[in-house]
């Protein structure tokens, strides 16, 4: 494919320049994940932003298959620094840089990536998140998986949850599922697509007004026994 | 009367993220160069010619006409006037017709 410029001089002559179609991604830069590690508390860059490293200290809890891919695995007793089970990497950013740690309220925050959870054994966490913006005090969204089905779960000022959305059907262990979340928790907008296709909005207030939001991802859970799950995040970006 | 056309043009990034902004920008310019032939006339020209035994005469060359020629070259300015682009992307030509935008 090609981009075809008409130039057209003063005098009113004219001619063309032909340029190669630009070179786009699929969302994400090429490579997307940077000074990959998967030791805990070593800092990543994903899509350009820093990213924490939160886990077990597992030679498998944190990998990265290729340049655009995150994997998180998780085992039952494989318990980050506050004694819970998780595996996840958190934004460090400040924005605006001379800010505060996290996004501040009224930001239009933007997140797209693919997400594939493993095959594997059924999920038995009492409760699980894979993914979610939080906030000083209270988690004011998130991915929740509940058995396998995903849900989008909102939380107000007061850490109550509203779940937005429950998908019918059981996740699919193996297939790519593109993400999107666009949210500003100022302006109360949210929307969420999957595959395209919009499971959830809402025009509420969510979270504690004016506290700052910052992204996790991977797989954090309530305590459990042999069971073993792994998350793959794929061509991930935030915005701003 | 003809146009050479010394004009590049560029995107601002090697890549783009999807829903990225492109942004192609063109520099140069187009030269116009024209050639005009005027004709003028001659002055008459009155030679004096001399033989060996120093006898002298004049011959009188009458008054020719002279084509003369002359070559400008003009820059022009130039400006991006249309974008075909077979992917179907949607180009901005900006106001000052230097660069043109669109969504990747």
Redesign the interface.
Known sequence: ???????????G???T?A?P??????????PDVTGFSGTNAAQIRVDNHVFEVENANKSYSLTKPDSQTLRFEMRSGDHWTDGTERSEVECQTHYPSNEAFGYNSNTSLSVAYDFMLELGNLNTAAWMIIGQWHGGTVVPFSFALAQEKLQVVVRNSAGAATVLYTDPNPIQRGRYYSMAIKINFGAKTLSVTRDGVQIASSSTQWGVVGERNYWKMGIYRAATTNDIQAANYRNF?ISP | MTDTFNVTAAYDKPSYSQGGTITVTISGNDVLTQTVTTQQQSGVLTLTITAADGAVTTITVPAATVNVSTTTSTPQSVKITGIADTSGRAWTIAANGLSATATA
């Open positions: 494919m090609t981009v075809t410029l008409t130039i057209t001089a003063g005098d002559a004219k001619t320049v340029l179609d630009p070179t786009v991604s699929g969302g994400a830069p090429v970006v």
